[in-house]
């Protein structure tokens, strides 16, 4: 089974980009839909966006839209998220995850069976 593995979080200052990695371990991302997912503290996690493996659809979270950009590079078997203009409410952990998910259902976490153990984004000046 894959198995995400995220990498690129760090401290970054207001305004500043950042492009995180998730890369599939012990397996790959094939027929499936893969996603970002955020939480901060106190908070719920937030949809961010997701792509489908095989075909290359999008879907950004609302919070993010025109910020941040989701592709994949199926040679490396990687998904990247580059994030610009970042804001100090972008704070959180995140997560990358993976699985069968119908296109309706992309930004419901429940749905997603394989989980990276996140990247931490801090945001501050």
């Not at 998730?22 to 094939?30: D, E, I, T």
């Not at 919070?63 to 950009?69: A, E, N």
Request: proline share 3%.
């Amino acid at each position: 089974q894959v198995q995400p593995v995220e990498s690129g979080g760090g401290v970054v200052k207001p305004g500043e980009a950042r492009r995180l990695s998730c890369a599939a371990s012990g397996g790959s991302f094939r027929f499936s839909t893969v996603a970002w997912f955020r939480q901060a503290p106190g908070k719920e996690r937030e949809f961010v966006a997701a792509i489908s493996w095989d075909e290359g659809t999008l879907l950004y979270g609302d919070v993010v839209r025109d910020r941040f950009t989701i592709r994949r590079d199926k040679r490396q078997n990687t998904v990247w998220l580059q994030m610009i203009a970042l804001e100090p409410e972008d704070t959180a952990l995140y997560y990358c995850a993976a699985g069968a998910v119908g296109s309706n259902y992309w930004n419901d976490y429940h749905r997603y069976d394989y989980w990276g153990q996140g990247t931490q984004v801090t945001v501050s000046s």
